[in-house]
T-cell receptor, first 112, second 109 residues
Framework: DADVTQTPRNRITKTGKRIMLECSQT?????MYWYRQDPGLGLRLIYY???????NKGEISDGYSVSRQAQAKFSLSLESAIPNQTALYFC???????????FGPGTRLTVL | QKEVEQNSGPLSVPEGAIASLNCTYS??????FFWYRQYSGKSPELIMS????GDKEDGRFTAQLNKASQYVSLLIRDSQPSDSATYLC?????????FGAGTTVTVRA
């Protein structure tokens, strides 16, 4: 089984809808991250969490919120989706040292 | 200025040749550096990490780091068609990884 899983893998939604992307990990890592990837822009950090009670904004957090339900679960929500949030979203984890990150399979989100 | 810059590519090399990928970073506080490989539509997969100046070899891959020049490179020897992918350079500082936009490599038979 994969160490980092993401659900759903693909999602098409409409402008204004609320949507939640979920990430689970079995690596036992404390740190979890959400990124989005757009063509030509690379990976950009949305939110990160060093433990259940420590959640921080990344470089592009506007329009997004997160919840760390447990050490192994980190969810990303789009409260009111807009078309420019169409992207590939990745969850990643790292251990306490925090440098090497391991990525989930990604969620392809399309907002119409 | 982006924190991590990579050759935009694409880079096309014949099978069996050496592919050379370059990366520069702007934050002198960065302490560790990574190369990830990403196939189209898939997630980034760690290939190499490097922490000290000099070369680090792992199979057909060699990473080179020069902190004075703020430069990281990746060499892929004996390139194979399966090496065709986008390669992401990343620099770690404090709490985060900063990624370059990636260089797309195509290995032609």
């Amino acid at each position: 089984d994969a160490d980092v899983t993401q659900t759903p893998r693909n999602r098409i939604t409409k402008t204004g809808k609320r949507i939640m992307l979920e990430c689970s990990q079995t690596k036992g890592h404390d740190r979890m991250y959400w990124y989005r990837q757009d063509p030509g822009l690379g990976l950009r950090l949305i939110y990160y969490s060093f433990d259940v009670k420590d959640i921080n904004k990344g470089e592009i957090s506007d329009g997004y919120s997160v919840s760390r339900q447990a050490q192994a679960k980190f969810s990303l929500s789009l409260e009111s989706a807009i078309p420019n949030q169409t992207a590939l979203y990745f969850c990643a984890t790292s251990d306490r040292i925090g440098d090497t990150q391991y990525f989930g399979p990604g969620t392809r989100l399309t907002v119409l | 200025q982006k924190e991590v810059e990579q050759n935009s590519g694409p880079l096309s090399v014949p099978e069996g040749a050496i592919a050379s990928l370059n990366c520069t970073y702007s934050d002198r506080g960065s302490q560790s550096f990574f190369w990830y490989r990403q196939y189209s539509g898939k997630s980034p997969e760690l290939i190499m990490s490097i922490y000290s100046n000099g070369d680090k070899e792992d199979g057909r891959f060699t990473a080179q780091l020069n902190k004075a020049s703020q430069y990281v490179s990746l060499l892929i020897r004996d390139s194979q068609p399966s090496d065709s992918a986008t390669y992401l350079c990343a620099a770690h500082n404090d709490y985060k990884l900063s990624f370059g936009a990636g260089t797309t490599v195509t290995v032609r038979a």
